[in-house]
């Protein structure tokens, strides 16, 4: 925005302090200074991040007619509106997976809000990248912006009718097989590394283990990953806290003794 020769302001607002928990972050962008403090309520444009989200009304509330709904989700989501909008869809997940290994899709997802948007030139994008990012990481993220750029799709959509109001989004199935991954990683912050807390460990079972993820997803901390060989869990910010064990379908995690 800046570099287009615009005013910025953007802020988030957090729920719950838990990992995968909904973040809602605003964005307004301005030709005048912005002098405006509060949350966005009727916003032009709605990004969603993780598609699971559609589930909520909230999600899309006060999306202005005419509006933009910009979602990562690797098929045409379904989508309840009271408004037409205009809505547009990328699998940001499958193009940052694709050039990092990881399914990290702020940049591939920034790449196809600048083309359905237009508001923002693609050249002012990758200079930010450039900018913003680590040289190494760079050219990863301008790819990823740009394959995104070029896979976005757009649809009009019409404002839904009362009995699908009534009825919700309730066509997620596609979804059950889309593992949806946190898409930031622990690291060391202020508190310094929180594995030291554990006072029991969890313990996976590899061959009992179906694959199915639910850990991965339900861990706060976002410290379990699929793997080709499996579960790993990283023990350096593993709190011990036990939900993965619960969660699990078929008890394939249990908790035990710490280092045993
Ligand atoms: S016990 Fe399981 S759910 Fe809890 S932090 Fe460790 S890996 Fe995550
Ligand atoms: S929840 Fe249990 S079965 Fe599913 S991937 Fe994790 S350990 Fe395996």
Redesign the pocket.
């Known amino acids: 925005m800046l570099k287009d020769g615009k005013n910025a302001q953007a802020f988030p607002e957090f729920g719950p302090e838990r990992r995968g928990a909904p973040v809602r972050s605003y964005l307004r962008i301005d030709d005048q200074p912005i002098l405006l403090r509060t949350p966005v309520t009727a916003p032009d444009t709605v990004v969603v991040m993780d598609a699971t989200l559609l589930e909520r009304r909230d999600t899309v509330l006060g999306i202005k007619p005419g509006g933009l709904l910009l979602v990562n989700a690797p098929e045409r989501p379904p989508v309840v509106v009271s408004v037409p909008v205009r809505m547009a869809w990328v699998d940001a997940m499958r193009i940052s997976a694709s050039l990092f290994g990881k399914q990290i899709p702020n940049t591939a997802m920034l790449g196809a809000w600048c083309r359905v948007d237009g508001i923002v030139g693609q050249a002012a994008i990758e200079a930010a990248i450039r900018e913003w990012f680590p040289a190494k990481h760079a050219e990863k993220n301008i790819e990823a912006a740009r394959r995104a750029w070029d896979a976005v799709e757009v649809a009009e959509l019409e404002a839904s009718s009362a009995s699908d109001t009534a009825k919700g989004s309730s066509a997620f199935a596609f979804l059950d097989d889309y593992p949806i991954i946190a898409t930031a990683f622990p690291g060391e912050g202020g508190a310094g590394r929180t594995g030291s807390w554990r006072i029991s460990d ?1 313990v996976v079972d590899a061959q009992r283990c179906v694959r199915c993820g639910r ?1 991965v997803t ?4 976002g ?2 990953a699929m793997t080709e060989d499996g579960v790993t ?1 990283d023990l350096t910010y ?8 619960v969660e699990c379908p078929v008890q394939a ?1 249990r908790s035990g003794e710490v280092g045993a």
């Open positions: 969890p850990c339900a861990c706060p901390e410290v379990v869990i593993c709190k011990g806290c036990g939900i993965c064990a995690i």
